[in-house]
């Protein structure tokens, strides 16, 4: 017991010097980055009486450190690059050596490297028809010290977004949207996800333990402060119990340990199932998903066609929850030119599936389909979700896009689509002809 | 991950409490070692190619285990790996390796000549013969933590090295990711091809990592010997052929493997060895010999008969299916092997299998004629050391 507390108290200084280094180290590195959170700063003075005796210990400390933080190279750049001929992804279309030579010694604050950024996309070659994204990041940073990958990658998944020169809108302000109300005959249910990140710790590729768990204690402490029709419950998965866990699986709410290898080559699934959770209101109409392959995934949905009513309740939601975790000191991870950052570069800006399930016998099978969605800016998957077959005439419909829109327009793309698709379907039930509409413009 | 751990110093800010995993729900040999204490110690420690502890047990920490099946949980990065962190180390590989102390000494013995009998195992009974060990190449890290450059590295050394073999050991090198469909389909065919690791046991130590680069077979044109280069380990070496004449594959074995790490040791990367944990391989279980001498032989009625198991235990053999590890025995043939890794030579470890699989296909013909075995069981083998 006294062995282990004297651990702890060295541990303890040496967090201040480290954590000193990390934040001089957060500036030099990142222009975007904003200023420690202010939680942070407090513990860091808190502990600063702790003396002279860490001075020296901070000496070695700090060379060890500086150590660390250059690569260890033996090889060339050359001789380490992948072997990306076979490879179909977007890290695989723009890193070429002369990137690789470029990024490969450089780290963030908190040690991530460019080979751990894209060993899902050398382990993932890919498929000749889905082009995957083939990297991640392991925390904020990575979008900055990265930058000459990332904006490329970006560029192409988000349609020719650049990073350098664009800035991204957020706009959760629901009251905006016009319609949204769908026929029940057609729009079996709706929903609308995203991500949040906590800035100051590690994103799934890169977190600790300790991280993770500091992440489960953020977020939790904040869900446990909505109020009225947001009130709720958290789920830890470590701790449920069977009852709970059925519960869960029968209201389709309970996630599980990551397969996909895109996800587990990129080390989103160490330690499962610790610090990992889902917490969903009383009404089972806003739930948030703890530490899966975000943070915090957040989802609004209810049977039936109100979509105006769950973008509503997922704005408020949202917002409620900011203003909670701003309350202890924490906040989202953002920039004007990335919006919300998240894990995947493809869930940048916004991170906003909105969708519907939605029946379409007729329209679906006619052979204009595909055209009519990809003008309308819109995306179909099976009812299981991404990388799943429909069943029967029941299709999950929602936006393609997530960078350069905001929010509420995105939302309104949907509605209009989801209510042009509704149409053609009716056209077609009374014979009629239906017309593929003009391509929308995707940067407003 | 190679390239150093910037990442384990920023760790560090956080605590002991906060970063020790959660292994209440955990049955593997780290797990029941590693304590709060333990980890407390070695946590801010780093082998010189950068491997920590939280790497070291990463696989454990993601794989509780089975009830029934205690596996290892841990690896090793490197050769330095089982000297930073021999707290953790020492431990399992004592629970794994019956009581194996840090202070005991392994025995190596190649010399093919010291092996008594094995040329006459009834081949009615015994289908086939084999015998495999791993071995790592000094100076490169092992397949959880090492780079692409090193990984093509030790490809490059060990396919010049094989390649330059004659004699019954000349054979070709087909790297993985240029094997062509109809080789590929041969190997597959001679039952050589190995695959893409899908173990969560494997996968959760980063060991496919960069799948297929730089991995590849190589065999003689005999199909007698054959090595797998940076599969589980940077080698695995294989001396096998149908039939009982266990004797010819251990000679095969022993002589190939020194021909080849003369080779290696011309070029300055000699094998990792030391006289404390014998030849280093990438999991403690494979220390010592990382041999695993053994045959299919049919033994449909001692299979069966009660005391079976017993039988094995005090010959020191263990049985696995037709298979490989973790499958089932089909038809009532068995692979049959040596159950000791570390504490014994090589020599020993093959005359285990040899002495105890000739008297059990004595046994099994004494029951085909309806007679008893009761006289014929085995006192318990001493244990190594």
Same mark, same amino acid.
């Given at each position: 017991?006294?062995?282990?507390?004297?651990?702890?108290?060295?541990?303890?200084?040496?967090?201040?010097?480290?954590?000193?280094?990390?934040?001089?180290?957060?500036?030099?590195?990142?222009?975007?980055?904003?200023?420690?959170?202010?939680?942070?700063?407090?513990?860091?003075?808190?502990?600063?009486?702790?003396?002279?005796?860490?001075?020296?210990?901070?000496?070695?400390?700090?060379?060890?450190?500086?150590?660390?933080?250059?690569?260890?190279?033996?090889?060339?750049?050359?001789?380490?690059?992948?072997?990306?001929?076979?490879?179909?992804?977007?890290?695989?279309?723009?890193?070429?050596?002369?990137?690789?030579?470029?990024?490969?010694?450089?780290?963030?604050?908190?040690?991530?490297?460019?080979?751990?950024?894209?060993?899902?996309?050398?382990?993932?070659?890919?498929?000749?028809?889905?082009?995957?994204?083939?990297?991640?990041?392991?925390?904020?940073?990575?979008?900055?010290?990265?930058?000459?990958?990332?904006?490329?990658?970006?560029?192409?998944?988000?349609?020719?977004?650049?990073?350098?020169?664009?800035?991204?809108?957020?706009?959760?302000?629901?009251?905006?949207?016009?319609?949204?109300?769908?026929?029940?005959?057609?729009?079996?249910?709706?929903?609308?996800?995203?991500?949040?990140?906590?800035?100051?710790?590690?994103?799934?590729?890169?977190?600790?333990?300790?991280?993770?768990?500091?992440?489960?204690?953020?977020?939790?402490?904040?869900?446990?402060?909505?109020?009225?029709?947001?009130?709720?419950?958290?789920?830890?998965?470590?701790?449920?119990?069977?009852?709970?866990?059925?519960?869960?699986?029968?209201?389709?709410?309970?996630?599980?340990?990551?397969?996909?290898?895109?996800?587990?080559?990129?080390?989103?699934?160490? =330690?499962?199932?610790?610090?990992?959770?889902?917490?969903?209101?009383?009404?089972?109409?806003?739930?948030?998903?703890?530490?899966?392959? =975000?943070?915090?995934?957040?989802?609004?949905?209810?049977?039936?066609?109100?979509?105006?009513?769950?973008?509503?309740?997922?704005?408020?939601?949202?917002?409620?929850?900011?203003?909670?975790?701003?309350?202890?000191?924490?906040?989202?991870?953002?920039?004007?030119?990335?919006?919300?950052?998240?894990?995947?570069?493809?869930?940048?800006?916004?991170?906003?599936?909105?969708?519907?399930?939605?029946?379409?016998?007729?329209?679906?099978?006619?052979?204009?389909?595909?055209?009519?969605?990809?003008?309308?800016?819109?995306?179909?998957?099976?009812?299981?979700?991404?990388?799943?077959?429909?069943?029967?005439?029941?299709?999950?419909?929602?936006?393609? =896009?997530?960078?350069?829109?905001?929010?509420?327009?995105?939302?309104?793309?949907?509605?209009?689509?989801?209510?042009?698709?509704?149409?053609?379907?009716?056209?077609?039930?009374?014979?009629?002809?239906?017309?593929?509409?003009?391509?929308?413009?995707?940067?407003? | 991950?190679?390239?150093?751990?910037?990442?384990?110093?920023?760790?560090?800010?956080?605590?002991?409490?906060?970063?020790?995993? @959660?292994?209440?729900?955990?049955?593997?040999?780290?797990?029941?070692?590693?304590?709060?204490?333990?980890?407390?110690?070695?946590?801010?420690?780093?082998?010189?190619?950068?491997?920590?502890? @939280? @790497?070291?047990?990463?696989?454990?920490?993601?794989?509780?285990?089975? +009830?029934? /099946?205690?596996?290892?949980?841990?690896?090793?990065?490197?050769?330095?790996?089982?000297?930073?962190?021999?707290?953790?180390? @020492?431990?399992? /590989?004592?629970? *794994?390796?019956?009581?194996?102390?840090?202070?005991?000494?392994?025995?190596?013995?190649?010399?093919?000549?010291?092996?008594?009998?094995?040329?006459?195992?009834?081949?009615?009974?015994?289908?086939?013969?084999?015998?495999?060990?791993? *071995?790592?190449?000094?100076?490169?890290?092992?397949?959880?933590?090492?780079?692409?450059?090193?990984?093509?590295?030790? #490809?490059?050394?060990?396919?010049?090295?094989?390649?330059?073999?004659?004699?019954?050991?000349?054979?070709?090198?087909?790297?993985?990711?240029?094997?062509?469909?109809? #080789?590929?389909?041969?190997? /597959?065919?001679?039952?050589?091809?190995?695959?893409?690791?899908?173990?969560?046991?494997?996968?959760?130590?980063?060991?496919?990592?960069?799948?297929?680069?730089? *991995?590849?077979?190589?065999?003689?044109?005999?199909?007698?010997?054959?090595?797998?280069?940076?599969?589980?380990?940077?080698?695995?070496?294989?001396?096998?052929?149908?039939?009982?004449?266990?004797?010819?594959?251990? !000679?095969?074995?022993?002589?190939?493997?020194?021909?080849?790490?003369?080779?290696?040791?011309?070029?300055?990367?000699?094998?990792?060895?030391?006289?404390?944990?014998?030849?280093?391989?990438?999991?403690?279980?494979?220390?010592?010999?990382?041999?695993?001498?053994?045959?299919?032989? !049919?033994?449909?009625?001692?299979?069966?008969?009660?005391?079976?198991?017993?039988?094995?235990?005090?010959?020191?053999?263990?049985?696995?299916?037709?298979?490989?590890?973790?499958?089932?025995?089909?038809?009532?043939?068995?692979?049959?092997?040596?159950?000791?890794?570390?504490?014994?030579?090589?020599?020993?470890?093959?005359?285990?299998?040899?002495?105890?699989?000739?008297?059990?296909?004595?046994? #099994?013909?004494?029951? #085909?004629?309806?007679?008893?075995?009761?006289?014929?069981?085995?006192?318990?083998?001493? +244990?190594?050391?």
């Amino acid at each position: 017991m006294k062995s282990w507390l004297k651990d702890e108290s060295q541990t303890r200084s040496t967090f201040i010097w480290r954590d000193l280094v990390c934040f001089y180290r957060v500036q030099m590195a990142s222009s975007f980055a904003r200023i420690l959170s202010s939680k942070r700063k407090v513990g860091i003075l808190s502990l600063v009486g702790a003396g002279s005796l860490t001075v020296g210990f901070f000496l070695n400390r700090e060379q060890h450190v500086n150590a660390g933080a250059h690569v260890r190279r033996i090889y060339p750049a050359s001789a380490e690059y992948p072997d990306l001929r076979k490879h179909n992804n977007c890290m695989a279309s723009h890193l070429t050596p002369a990137v690789y030579a470029k990024l490969c010694d450089k780290t963030t604050p908190n040690g991530y490297t460019l080979d751990l950024a894209i060993q899902t996309g050398v382990d993932n070659p890919g498929h000749p028809f889905i082009k995957t994204v083939g990297m991640v990041a392991g925390d904020e940073e990575s979008y900055e010290v990265f930058a000459d990958i990332f904006n490329s990658v970006i560029k192409e998944r988000h349609n020719g977004y650049d990073p350098c020169n664009m800035k991204h809108p957020t706009d959760l302000d629901s009251s905006k949207i016009r319609g949204g109300q769908f026929d029940v005959k057609y729009v079996l249910s709706s929903r609308v996800r995203t991500g949040r990140s906590i800035r100051g710790l590690s994103l799934p590729p890169a977190c600790t333990r300790a991280e993770r768990r500091e992440v489960e204690r953020v977020v939790i402490d904040a869900l446990a402060g909505l109020k009225g029709d947001l009130a709720g419950k958290y789920y830890s998965l470590t701790l449920m119990n069977e009852q709970e866990q059925q519960q869960l699986i029968d209201d389709h709410f309970l996630f599980d340990k990551p397969v996909s290898p895109l996800l587990t080559c990129a080390g989103m699934a160490r =330690d499962w199932p610790d610090a990992r959770g889902i917490w969903h209101n009383n009404e089972k109409t806003f739930l948030v998903w703890v530490n899966e392959e =975000d943070h915090t995934r957040v989802i609004s949905m209810e049977k039936g066609g109100n979509m105006k009513r769950v973008f509503e309740r997922f704005c408020k939601g949202l917002q409620e929850v900011e203003r909670l975790i701003q309350e202890k000191g924490w906040e989202f991870m953002w920039n004007e030119h990335l919006g919300y950052i998240l894990t995947c570069p493809s869930n940048l800006g916004t991170g906003l599936r909105a969708g519907v399930h939605v029946t379409l016998p007729r329209l679906s099978k006619d052979p204009r389909f595909p055209k009519i969605l990809d003008n309308l800016r819109l995306q179909k998957r099976g009812t299981g979700g991404v990388d799943t077959a429909a069943v029967g005439n029941t299709f999950d419909i929602s936006n393609l =896009d997530r960078l350069g829109q905001s929010e509420v327009q995105l939302v309104q793309t949907v509605i209009d689509g989801v209510n042009y698709l509704i149409e053609c379907e009716k056209k077609l039930e009374r014979g009629q002809d239906i017309k593929i509409p003009a391509p929308i413009s995707q940067f407003k | 991950m190679p390239f150093g751990n910037t990442h384990n110093n920023f760790k560090l800010n956080y605590s002991v409490e906060d970063e020790f995993p @959660d292994l209440t729900k955990h049955n593997n040999h780290m797990a029941k070692v590693l304590t709060k204490e333990m980890y407390a110690k070695l946590r801010d420690k780093q082998t010189p190619t950068g491997f920590t502890v @939280d @790497d070291v047990i990463q696989t454990g920490v993601d794989n509780p285990g089975h +009830p029934f /099946i205690m596996t290892v949980g841990c690896v090793a990065g490197d050769e330095e790996s089982y000297e930073v962190f021999k707290d953790l180390l @020492d431990p399992v /590989i004592s629970d *794994r390796h019956g009581g194996y102390k840090a202070t005991d000494k392994h025995k190596t013995d190649l010399n093919f000549e010291n092996l008594k009998g094995g040329d006459d195992l009834d081949p009615n009974y015994v289908l086939s013969s084999r015998v495999r060990t791993g *071995r790592s190449i000094k100076g490169y890290a092992l397949p959880p933590h090492n780079s692409r450059g090193e990984r093509r590295a030790v #490809e490059k050394l060990s396919v010049e090295a094989l390649n330059s073999l004659d004699g019954e050991f000349k054979g070709k090198y087909y790297p993985l990711k240029s094997m062509t469909d109809a #080789e590929q389909e041969q190997l /597959i065919a001679d039952h050589f091809l190995f695959d893409k690791p899908v173990s969560p046991l494997l996968l959760g130590a980063g060991m496919a990592r960069d799948w297929p680069d730089a *991995r590849g077979i190589w065999h003689n044109e005999n199909k007698t010997f054959l090595v797998w280069v940076n599969e589980e380990d940077h080698l695995r070496v294989i001396s096998m052929q149908k039939g009982g004449n266990m004797k010819e594959v251990f !000679k095969r074995f022993c002589v190939g493997l020194q021909r080849i790490e003369e080779i290696f040791k011309k070029h300055n990367h000699g094998f990792m060895w030391n006289e404390h944990l014998g030849f280093i391989l990438t999991c403690p279980s494979n220390l010592g010999t990382g041999l695993r001498g053994g045959v299919h032989v !049919k033994l449909p009625k001692l299979s069966t008969h009660a005391k079976f198991e017993e039988i094995l235990n005090r010959l020191r053999l263990q049985k696995r299916g037709t298979g490989g590890v973790d499958t089932a025995s089909v038809g009532g043939v068995f692979d049959i092997s040596n159950a000791d890794r570390i504490g014994s030579s090589e020599v020993d470890q093959v005359q285990c299998v040899v002495d105890g699989v000739k008297l059990m296909v004595e046994m #099994e013909k004494k029951l #085909e004629k309806g007679e008893s075995i009761d006289s014929m069981i085995p006192a318990q083998k001493a +244990p190594p050391l």
